[in-house]
């Protein structure tokens, strides 16, 4: 079975957020599997290229010069890195002052009539496209192999001004949208098969509201659209054998959870008084809820909880939490994308909160679990799939799961977490978190039998 990949983030070479997680591990799977992935990323201008093989690409002239570097890659394998005009950047959607580069339309365009140009060259026996970034291959190609577009975040769909449908091949009529072009609406109208990353978002997708605009254009495809939930690395997220832990620990010898757990609190600089530690990792983004603990923070009166986010993104939200620490004795905020310190969060910490507004799949929830660190979430996207409430579930549960994103609902999920949780408790919930499988595995499988139905 010999694939095309195309993705626009990947770990670690590209590592912007869940996309670039997903490609790798998934990929990885394929490949060990037994399938022959070629997995073309675009040239950001971070690796090096000497020495590699080149292989020019016939594209339209708006879009080229195009080129492949096949490179090895000592974590992420073989990548087909494609190289067109615009593409190579110190970050692949940002610039410095964290706007957005002004031609990230344009830039995205042109990777897709490159990776169109590529198809036509190898002739694989499927194609496999992720997110907006890669929607408008399939206006460039009249006879596509069997495709599949995996959707990471409907959120983001690559709008841009209807001039550009005159350009970018034969089946640009499908990607028109309200006067201007749509780099996503197109793809999910020609894919064979369209893969959301959990089975709850794939229902979502499908209702208004849950769409993002697009929720008609989902249901019109029907059977068509499943939901396969992400894996993780379960390599990188290893309590056992985690050199950024200052000490081991797994489900049968938990006590060196409790020397991270010290490390953690003195990190964050907050005391050790017997309470239970809620953490947070995460961007700092409207989609992952974290202003809602702004007023959450304020109805957890005298609780007997500390919390501490990790968290990057939006300036201003930074600045309030920022505030809100600094004359707190009970909250702790650490601004930035620090990955040592957030296996430690994930590590030291008894509950992990995410109030997240949507969730495709969510990552940390899983690491989070792997461990130890139970989760107080809301009944969003893969979350849902995820998460099992442990009062609805006794046996089965895996956290604690808030009425709404509504900062009354997350604070009474938090209230209800310290309630039930006593030492025994956390230990018996802890050992079963511990060993359930996130691995890569099982979701391969999941896409290789969608590869097999569809070629
Ligand atoms: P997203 O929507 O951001 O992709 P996911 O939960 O799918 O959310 O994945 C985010 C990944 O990025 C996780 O592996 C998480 O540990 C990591 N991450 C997010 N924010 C931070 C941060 N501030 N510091 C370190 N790692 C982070």
Same mark, same amino acid.
């Given at each position: 079975?010999?694939?095309?990949?195309?993705?626009?983030?990947?770990?670690?070479?590209?590592?912007?957020?869940?996309?670039?997680?997903?490609?790798?591990?998934?990929?990885?799977?394929?490949?060990?599997?037994?399938?022959?992935?070629?997995?073309?990323?675009?040239?950001?201008?971070?690796?090096?290229?000497?020495?590699?093989?080149?292989?020019?690409?016939?594209?339209?002239? &708006?879009? !080229?010069?195009?080129?492949?570097?096949?490179?090895?890659?000592?974590? @992420?394998? #073989? +990548?087909?890195? /494609? *190289?067109?005009?615009?593409?190579?950047?110190?970050?692949?959607?940002?610039?410095?002052?964290?706007?957005?580069?002004?031609?990230?339309?344009?830039?995205?365009?042109?990777?897709?009539?490159?990776?169109?140009?590529?198809?036509?060259?190898?002739?694989?026996?499927?194609?496999?496209?992720?997110?907006?970034?890669?929607?408008?291959?399939?206006?460039?190609?009249?006879?596509?192999?069997?495709?599949?577009?995996?959707?990471?975040?409907?959120?983001?769909?690559?709008?841009?001004?209807?001039?550009?449908?005159?350009?970018?091949?034969?089946?640009?009529?499908?990607?028109? &949208?309200? !006067?201007?072009?749509?780099?996503?609406?197109?793809?999910?109208?020609? @894919?064979? #098969? +369209?893969?959301? /990353? *959990?089975?709850?978002?794939?229902?979502?997708?499908?209702?208004?509201?849950?769409?993002?605009?697009?929720?008609?254009?989902?249901?019109?495809?029907?059977?068509?659209?499943?939901?396969?939930?992400?894996?993780?690395?379960?390599?990188?997220?290893?309590?056992?054998?985690?050199?950024?832990?200052?000490?081991?620990?797994?489900?049968?010898?938990?006590?060196?959870?409790?020397?991270?757990?010290?490390?953690?609190?003195?990190?964050?600089?907050?005391?050790?008084?017997?309470?239970?530690?809620?953490?947070?990792?995460?961007?700092?983004?409207?989609?992952?809820?974290?202003?809602?603990?702004?007023?959450?923070?304020?109805?957890?009166?005298?609780?007997?909880?500390?919390?501490? +986010?990790?968290?990057?993104?939006?300036?201003?939200?930074?600045?309030?939490?920022?505030?809100?620490?600094?004359?707190?004795?009970?909250?702790?905020?650490?601004?930035?994308?620090?990955?040592?310190?957030?296996?430690?969060?994930?590590?030291?910490?008894?509950?992990?909160?995410?109030?997240?507004?949507?969730?495709?799949?969510?990552?940390?929830?899983?690491?989070?679990?792997?461990?130890?660190?139970?989760?107080?979430?809301?009944?969003?996207?893969?979350?849902?799939?995820?998460?099992?409430?442990?009062?609805?579930?006794?046996?089965?549960?895996?956290?604690?799961?808030?009425?709404?994103?509504?900062?009354?609902?997350?604070?009474?999920?938090?209230?209800?977490?310290?309630?039930?949780?006593?030492?025994?408790?956390?230990?018996?919930?802890?050992?079963?978190?511990?060993?359930?499988?996130?691995?890569?595995?099982?979701?391969?499988?999941?896409?290789?039998?969608?590869?097999?139905?569809?070629?």
């Amino acid at each position: 079975m010999r694939v095309v990949f195309a993705t626009a983030e990947l770990s670690p070479v590209a590592a912007v957020g869940g996309l670039a997680a997903a490609a790798a591990g998934l990929v990885g799977a394929l490949r060990r599997s037994g399938a022959d992935v070629e997995l073309l990323l675009p040239d950001y201008g971070t690796i090096d290229t000497t020495g590699s093989e080149v292989i020019e690409l016939d594209v339209p002239q &708006w879009a !080229g010069p195009a080129s492949i570097h096949v490179v090895e890659h000592p974590v @992420a394998g #073989r +990548i087909h890195l /494609v *190289s067109c005009p615009g593409l190579a950047r110190s970050h692949p959607y940002l610039q410095p002052d964290g706007q957005g580069w002004l031609d990230n339309i344009d830039r995205f365009l042109r990777f897709s009539q490159a990776v169109a140009a590529w198809v036509l060259l190898s002739k694989p026996d499927v194609l496999h496209l992720n997110d907006w970034h890669t929607g408008t291959v399939l206006a460039a190609l009249d006879d596509p192999p069997p495709t599949v577009l995996s959707l990471h975040n409907l959120a983001h769909q690559g709008h841009g001004p209807g001039s550009w449908l005159a350009s970018i091949g034969s089946r640009a009529e499908h990607f028109e &949208w309200w !006067g201007g072009i749509n780099q996503l609406s197109g793809a999910i109208a020609l @894919a064979d #098969r +369209i893969v959301a /990353v *959990s089975p709850h978002h794939a229902d979502e997708i499908r209702r208004p509201g849950g769409g993002f605009g697009l929720d008609a254009a989902v249901r019109a495809r029907g059977d068509a659209v499943t939901g396969i939930l992400n894996g993780i690395d379960t390599t990188v997220w290893n309590p056992a054998d985690d050199a950024f832990l200052p000490a081991a620990f797994s489900s049968g010898d938990l006590g060196g959870k409790d020397r991270c757990r010290d490390t953690l609190l003195g990190r964050l600089g907050l005391s050790d008084d017997g309470s239970l530690l809620a953490v947070a990792v995460t961007r700092l983004t409207d989609q992952k809820g974290i202003d809602l603990m702004v007023p959450t923070l304020e109805l957890l009166d005298d609780l007997p909880l500390n919390v501490g +986010i990790l968290g990057a993104g939006d300036a201003d939200l930074a600045a309030q939490l920022a505030e809100i620490a600094g004359r707190s004795e009970r909250f702790a905020f650490i601004d930035g994308y620090d990955e040592a310190l957030s296996h430690l969060m994930f590590a030291g910490a008894d509950l992990f909160v995410m109030p997240s507004r949507f969730e495709p799949c969510g990552l940390t929830q899983m690491q989070a679990m792997r461990y130890g660190t139970i989760p107080v979430v809301t009944p969003v996207g893969g979350l849902v799939d995820t998460v099992p409430d442990l009062d609805r579930e006794p046996r089965t549960g895996r956290g604690v799961v808030a009425r709404a994103a509504e900062p009354v609902a997350i604070a009474s999920a938090l209230h209800r977490a310290v309630r039930r949780f006593g030492q025994r408790r956390l230990t018996t919930i802890r050992r079963r978190l511990m060993t359930i499988d996130w691995s890569w595995d099982a979701p391969a499988a999941e896409y290789r039998r969608i590869y097999d139905q569809i070629s």
